[in-house]
Nanobody
Framework: QVQLVESGGGLVQAGDSLTLSCAAS????????IAWFRQAPGKEREFVAA????????RNEDVGKGRFTISKDNAKDTVYLQMNTLKPEDTAVYYC????????????????????WGQGTQVTVSS
């Protein structure tokens, strides 16, 4: 069993930055991948970025277009999503997701790949 707790969302103005955190607890010692997804009102949940327990990472180049960076702190089992120069179209609920897969592959976008999800954190960017 794994628990994920997101934090760091909020209401910001366009051009501001935010850093989201996803703290994992439970069976994390055997290796994992943690990803960030987001879901805007009326839209499907979309993949943002993922990072493995070894530090390999990937991101959706269509989301954030270089403005988002994923990182992790192994000592804290916490993954971060640094979001810079936020735009109103970044408004969404941001979720972190966990899979026991250990290798970043080409199915990072596949929701069914992930075993556990956080409750989500709202990011609202005003113009």
């Amino acid at each position: 069993q794994v628990q994920l707790v997101e934090s760091g969302g909020g209401l910001v103005q366009a051009g501001d930055s935010l850093t989201l955190s996803c703290a994992a607890s439970g069976r994390t010692s055997i290796g994992y991948i943690i990803a960030w997804f987001r879901q805007a009102p009326g839209k499907e949940r979309e993949f943002v970025a993922a990072i493995s327990w070894r530090g390999d990472s990937t991101r959706n180049e269509d989301v954030g277009k270089g403005r988002f960076t994923i990182s992790k702190d192994n000592a804290k089992d916490t993954v971060y999503l640094q979001m810079n120069t936020l735009k109103p179209e970044d408004t969404a609920v941001y979720y972190c997701a966990f899979t026991f897969d250990r290798t970043i592959g080409d199915r990072n976008w596949d929701l069914s790949r992930y075993n556990y999800w956080g409750q989500g954190t709202q990011v609202t960017v005003s113009s």
